[in-house]
């Protein structure tokens, strides 16, 4: 128990610099496909909402499927995934609005947020190239 704590913390540390990165995608993904930029905080509170959102949905559903004895194979990730990236578009489309015409469709945050998801993973692929190389 005293273990959750700081594991907590840490989330949510990981969580705040995860979504800060996350908004900036996000609103470089809404410029590059809508032709607009959100202001960042709105990027921001979107990104780490979603993140937190998912976070959550992940502690409940690991448990339970251990407390059923069900092992998560390859398929239910994809699930899972799918259900992450629907769930982060959903944020996306309520917070994220058009400064002309409002809120921006379901459609366009799964492509904003495919985008952003992308991009990360492009940064995330380098980093971890670099950092390879500087350790070999």
Do not use: C, Q
Not at 25 to 34: D, E, P, V
Not at 57 to 64: L, N, R, W
Not at 67 to 77: I, K, Q
């Amino acid at each position: 128990m005293e273990h959750v704590i700081p594991m907590l913390i840490g989330g949510l540390i990981g969580a705040t610099v995860g979504a800060l990165i996350g908004g900036f995608f996000i609103r470089l993904a809404t410029h590059l496909l809508l032709h607009f930029r959100p202001p960042f905080a709105t990027a921001f509170a979107a990104a780490l909402l979603a993140t937190l959102v998912n976070a959550a949905v992940g502690f409940i559903v690991g448990p339970a499927t251990d407390s059923m004895g069900v092992p998560l194979r390859w398929p239910a990730y994809i699930v899972l995934g799918l259900l992450g990236w629907v769930i982060y578009a959903a944020i996306v489309a309520k917070l994220i609005k058009h400064p002309d015409t409002g809120p921006i469709t379901f459609r366009d945050a799964l492509l904003i947020s495919l985008v952003a998801m992308l991009f990360g993973l492009i940064l995330g692929a380098t980093l971890a190239g670099m950092i390879h190389l500087a350790l070999r």
